[in-house]
């Protein structure tokens, strides 16, 4: 073949891919409509594809795709550090430090800079906010006034009888874009039991997304379908998993392949973390050609697990003492971890809890 | 050097000082310049590079909020009321003048304290060792965010004991926030994992504990409350078995009345899911639960009349340990329960008569 023959059909092939991007991003983009963003909370926060904001909201019982039109690519070794984040939220906010929740936190994987999920107040009519840090550490509103977007229910509670409202509530505990689908974990502040949804996007009318319960008998005798704490997506060898921690303690992995609408889902624990273990948040990372999970834990510090080969992990099948399963170790430097999200390849961001100020900065990946 | 600029700053003083009969007030919430007329266009950088609030103390980004040219003078409305408490510095600055330096001290009133914990779900004394949840119900909505710093499990010699809660970042409330949700940690109830193997369940059978809830936890006005709480309670033994509806006793009413229909249960049942997730098909009414969550009563707005009638009962309905109708908390996976009830809802009818 010769050069110009190469070159006519590499540029064919790229424009055709480029078609096929462009097609792409635009079905996710265009499903998002200009106007007022009702947000009755703002809770968990995952990035989509094309600069794609979603935002969990257990108050309201939906999740809004936002588009941040944030799309511009970070420069190459940006670090991010804010101090008093929240005393400086709270003074562009005419409030006080402590009416300030930081919900939480996502890095654009495209722009790297950083959102927020915010309540300013701690009543029920607390307001709702969503907030861009960008990489010289500027905060500003993310105004939800007139954005595109594009909101899906969550089925929730039954309407409200008789005009008395319905106690029961959803929270959102976690959320992720896998492949085309958001998968949002929740617990229910009446019935002990796992919800595990994965919605279609772009959103579709009505679609309420399906639901599946996931069973795990961590030593393999007694099983309970327990709520899903915080998890992570993990692709292997171009297999989709999910890495649950749940609210009982272990790690449980899940092949998304098996999340099927109604589906009634074993998960298989490839860790059991023991007691004191209160997960937080979780990425996975690679390093030295390893791969690895970062886990920030309220009562532990931040954890670091290797985790090469999560599809050949066997069940833990017998009661065994701490640490079985992946072996991990604890970052002792690393203490006060609040909100963790992946930055970079090298870096973690942190959103720190250091008395009651709290301090956002890239951290090195351990 | 430094002699040639004080020189320099003192030969422009007199430019400088011509800013002086400006000033900045506030006003029903907004910060309005006076003695100064607006040119016709906002500056290239906004008006915020003239004028900007800032609350609070210290280096602080500036409020967020609009501005505007009101009757003839710059008008910044904040973004949101100002919070009680909140200390706030007005600067207005135009080139070749000194700036314009306002502070407005916040009025601190706190607000008066008037909620408390009217009740605390389960109402029994008595619960097992395996016990899931409590409900603690308060007069008025909360504030979120300091829930496990407020709740605290005392053992018998009055010792806190350690980490006895699912403590989730999110906090279990009702819209109102007047209903808090607190799980006991399921990895020490749950048979088979380290935590319930290591350190032992939260609560054990034979011994008393107490609940304690602090005055101190602040309302959604930042008000504590008029009173602490306590609950007292003793533990018996576990409770592995799934309800069984079969059990229940019901108690018709007489066609004609609007008298209550009354169903007991063998034992205490979660009072919110039997709030919710039980009914009598077709027939609208108030559901209550009392005696120790022992007992449904279910009153119909219209008067009875004769005929059969149909309880129906989501099997999602848990008792105190968390059995749900069906299926036990954690289901043994060598000693299955062989009877599985399959379907999302069961029925207990009943027949109102004349007599």
Redesign the interface.
Known sequence: MNAAKFSKMFLRFAAVSCVTVAIAFCANLTSLKPGKAELKSA?PLAFGPDGILFVGD??GATITAIDSEDRTPGRAGAKVEVK?LN??I????????D?I?VNDMAVNPISKNVYLSV?????????AMILRVDLAG??T?VSLSNVKHSTVSLPDAPAEK?GR?????E???DMAFVDGKVFIAG???????SSLRSISFPFEQAAKGSSVEIYH????????N?PV?TFVPYNVLGKDYILAAY????LVKIPVSDLKPGAKVKGTTIA???????P?DMIIYKKGGQDYILMAN??RGVMKMPVNGVDKLTAITA?VP?K?GLSYETIAELKGV?QLDKFDDGNALMLFDDAGSLDLRTVALP | MPIARIILVLGLLPFLAAAQNVSIKIEDGRFQVTGWTPGASEPSGGWGSIFSV???E?D?????GSYAVENGSLVFR??????P??R?RAVFRTPGALPVVAIFNASTAAPAATARVEHVYPSVDVLPDNQ??FYLQFSA?????EVWRRIHLLDPNGKGVD?PF?????E??????R?L?V?F???R???????L???GPAIEEGKSYTLVIDREW????GAPMTEGFRKAFRVGPSDRTPPDTAAWRVTAPKAGTVDALVVKFPESM?W??SL?LIEVAGV?G?ASVESNETEWRFKPNAPWKSGEYKIVVDT?L?DLA?N?IGRA??????ERVSEKISGKTVTLGFRIGQN
């Open positions: 809770g257990s108050m008093g005393k400086a709270a003074g562009m906010l005419g409030t006080t430090p009416q929740l309540s300013r107040g701690r009543g029920p009519d607390a307001v500027k905060i509103e008789e409202s319905n106690p029961r509530l929270t959102i505990t617990l229910s502040n009446e019935e002990f039991s008998g961590s030593h393999g005798r007694f099983e309970t327990s704490r609210t009982c303690t272990p059991e973390l023991g007691n004191r273990n209160r937080l309220q009562s009661p701490d079985q609040a | 800032y609350a609070g210290g602080l980004p500036p409020m967020l904040p973004r949101f009321p100002l919070s408490g909140v706030t899931l949840k909505p909360m504030s979120r965010g980490l699912l403590e989730i970042a999110q279990l409330w009702d819209r109102d926030y209903r949700t799980l940690d399921p990895g109830i749950k048979r088979g994992l380290l935590p193997e290591e350190v602040l309302d959604a006005r979660d919110a899911l919710r609208a108030t999602a848990e968390g749900r908390f954690d289901v043994d996976t060598f």
